[in-house]
């Protein structure tokens, strides 16, 4: 064999020795030891997957949920659009209709009195008013101090004896000679023209002269018929929890509302007024006690409970002239 065969064949030998080792290397690189891959790989591929779940989704999970969320809020932003959009058009076309009403209110509130809102309706007539002319605010429902303090009275004024009660709504002993006497008194000396009579208040308590004022401000000519309610009714109304409510119950009757009373029994000036004439009474006649009965301007006086016959003995001896 020649030299260069030798060599040759040396050489072939070495080239195909190195490819089967390179094959067996690299067939080993692509697929590891079965021992191998059963004591590392499992193990660490859990491991890592499951702190992988239990931490975050896979790339493509949070990719999803992304483009999930974006899209939502799109579809909410165009959904919140379009009921803008909605809201707007129905708006405009309840515009005209809510313009027309308000216009129509206004016009009404224009035309029509009002009657709750402080407003005044209408001024209280002389002597009281009744109806909707009360329904008015205090300014509407000043007293009127001319009908308030004009005198009471019945019968002649030329009448021979003139006799001037001066009574307490609260005094029981008043009670009795309006509700049991003074029908027949009246009969007897005002209605025949012997007695002119006055009848004055002389309130002994509080309520008593919320009272007085109550029934100064009711008509004129309805000024006894309350009187004589009042008196009637005296133990009812006096014995209640409220005292002053009972009274409007009978100021009603006379044709005054709850807001007018309260005007009424809230007026100083007539206030003022009635408690400086209980001090003239006191300070001319020496009154001191309800009922007292004045004669002819202090000739006699009766005070207390009194029959008919008492009044015929007092006016029987005067001498019928003076008041």
Known sequence: MSKNVAIFLVLFVLVAGGALFA????????????AETAATAPASTDAIAKADAATEPA??????????????AKDKAADTSDKTDSAATENKADAPAADAATATDDKKADAEPATGSGSPVAAAPTGGATGSSLLAPSSSLDVDMTNALAER????????????????????????????????FKKTFIDTGKVYYIYRDYPLDTIALKAGMMARCADRSKYFDLV???????????????PVAGLKQLGALAGMDDAYINACMGNAELQTELLRRMQDATNKYKVNAT???VFNNGAEFLSGDQTLEDFQKVIDKLPKKGK
């Not at 094959?23 to 079965?34: C, G």
């Not at 004589?228 to 409220?242: G, T």
């Open 23 to 34: 094959l067996k290397n690299n067939s080993t690189l692509l697929a590891p030891p079965a």
């Open 59 to 72: 790339a493509g999970e949070a990719d999803d949920a992304t483009a999930t969320k974006g899209d939502d």
């Open 153 to 184: 009275d019945l019968g002649d004024k030329d009448a021979p004896v003139t006799i001037i009660e001066y009574a307490s709504m609260t005094c029981p002993h008043c009670a009795r000679f309006s509700n049991n006497i003074f029908p027949d």
């Open 228 to 242: 004589e309610v009042i008196f009637k009714n005296q133990e009812r109304w006096i014995k209640s929890s409220d």
């Open 291 to 293: 009922p007292t009965f």
